[in-house]
């Protein structure tokens, strides 16, 4: 099983030369450490910041310098700066190559629940909705199971959704599935030390499994 480190890790992987990139909050925001140096990505923030660099050492904290949830960044050489509004013209505007998400459930239609738990108190979507119905690729970074050992890639949603048919790709804790178009997840890769049967157990929508599954390799 994952850690939430090595989800990012394994999402980071997935990262391509040139690639205007989104981190949303939680899990994502860590890809940033992973993005190998020599690549050139840029990384952006709907708060209002383009060239996000890997989270800062002690030394490196900038209380000034924050991401869309809040948490101390670093900035590239050629980073900028602007209002928020401009942000989400990118956004809107088609620019970001690759979005990735938290989530609360995903559907084996690429469905996306991320936002928002019926009564319980939330701050608002945010610029997911915007993101999930802009961005050319989304990957989902998220637990494979709830709390209480429930599936969190379902059949259909049953928390409020955020978007319809968007998520392409997902690395959970226990696997790398693709969200194919005709619906259902195919199975690509296991967490280390995780079976097929595992995943095939914790998985409520169709699940799809051709040949041999590997192992996620970590350098």
């Known amino acids: 099983m994952l850690n939430k480190n090595q989800i990012a890790q394994r999402i980071a992987k997935e990262v391509k030369k040139g690639q205007y990139i989104n981190l949303g909050i939680g899990i994502p925001t860590l890809v940033a450490n992973y993005i190998p140096d020599n690549l050139d990505v840029v990384l952006q923030s709907e708060n209002g910041l383009l060239g996000i660099g890997p989270f800062p050492t002690e030394d490196q904290i900038d209380p000034d310098l924050i991401n869309a949830g809040k948490q101390t960044i670093t900035m590239v050489k050629g980073s900028s700066l602007f209002s928020s509004a401009e942000s989400f013209g990118m956004i809107r505007g088609g620019h970001v190559h690759l979005t990735i998400l938290g989530a609360m459930e995903v559907s084996e239609n690429g469905d996306i629940a991320n936002w928002k738990i019926p009564a319980k108190m939330v701050k608002g979507m945010g610029g997911a909705m915007d993101l999930v119905a802009s961005a050319e690729n989304i990957i989902v970074a998220m637990q494979h199971c709830s709390k209480d050992g429930q599936s969190k890639l379902l059949k259909k949603c049953s928390l409020p959704i955020t978007g ?46 051709e040949g041999e599954i590997p192992e996620m390799k970590f350098d």
């Open 164 to 209: 319809i048919r968007c998520v392409k790709k997902i690395v959970s804790d226990l696997a790398v599935l693709e969200v194919l178009p005709e619906g259902g997840f195919k199975l690509l890769e296991r967490a280390p030390g995780i079976s097929v049967e595992e995943i095939r157990s914790k998985t409520e929508g169709r699940l799809v499994v």
